[in-house]
């Protein structure tokens, strides 16, 4: 399976002879990397999210690829005939579990996101934060390729907001690519690989004034509850791990990645306590005699 995805000279418009809303886009997304989607309202942005997950075809261009995909819309229809765990049990078969796992995978991702007590409660009669922590779920149920997110976390509370920021970090760290649009600006900061923009139809591509340096890195220094071990996704995202006296971790990360990885550390179950975030010193260039 192809996990690299691709948009190539895509156009979209609406109806036949209707007004173009994305032309002449291009865009790949990689495995293992983060990517932001920003725009005002009606740009197009919720179309470009359909497209990547092939919900809808471009009325011209390619799009070449196909990673295991999984979709998180603005608006998630909620008044569906199932209870909230049948719901995710069902969907998690349609990606391809047993029964057995999907029902246990929907347990878990209920559990994470603080909806457990309601597994059980008819759609139609969730809030708009239940019904919003189904619709996040189903998309993580099978540990999807491509995870695709459109003001996923509108709606959730703040454990969910956080369990949905660590869930990401979890994607990427695992070779996933996230792409995600969010009204707020301070959403994953300093976390994405690469930041777009639509503009009349076409992307661009944003850069920072501020961004850190090629290559430059940022030292964590963390501890964990007695006999607690690094978490997995906290060693993937590191350049390098040392353990230090009393428990505690030296991590060096990429610049970029900093917030994943406090955010990896801080949501872990039990949490690790962050003693310490700062700018790793430059290399000192080897010199001969």
Known sequence: MHRHLRLTAVGRRYGVRGPWVLR?????????????????????KSTLLRLLARLDAPTE?????????????ERFPSALPFTAAGYLTRLGTVHGLSRASAARAAGVWLERFGAAGYAGTPMARLSKGGSQKVAVAQALLADPELLV????????????????????????AAGGAVVFVDHDPRRLAGAPDATYIVVDGGLER??????????AC??????????????????????????TA???????????????????????RPPWHVVSVAPAPPSIPETRP
């Open 61 to 73: 261009g390619r799009i070449t690829g196909r990673p295991r995909t999984a979709y998180v819309p």
């Open 149 to 172: 997110l459109d003001e996923a976390w509108t709606g959730l509370d703040a454990a969910a907001r956080a369990e949905l920021e660590r869930a990401v970090a979890e994607r990427t």
């Open 24 to 44: 002449g886009v291009d865009l790949a997304i990689v495995p293992g990397t983060l990517t932001r989607i920003e725009g005002a309202n009606g740009t197009g």
């Open 246 to 268: 009393h428990g505690g971790h030296r991590l060096t990360v990429p610049a970029a990645r900093s917030d994943v990885l406090l955010r990896t550390l801080l949501t872990a």
């Open 218 to 243: 940022a030292v964590v220094v963390a501890r964990g509850p007695a006999g607690a071990r690094l978490p997995a996704e906290a060693a993937r995202l590191a350049v390098s791990a040392e353990e």
């Open 206 to 215: 944003r850069t920072a004034v501020d961004a850190p340096a090629a290559g």
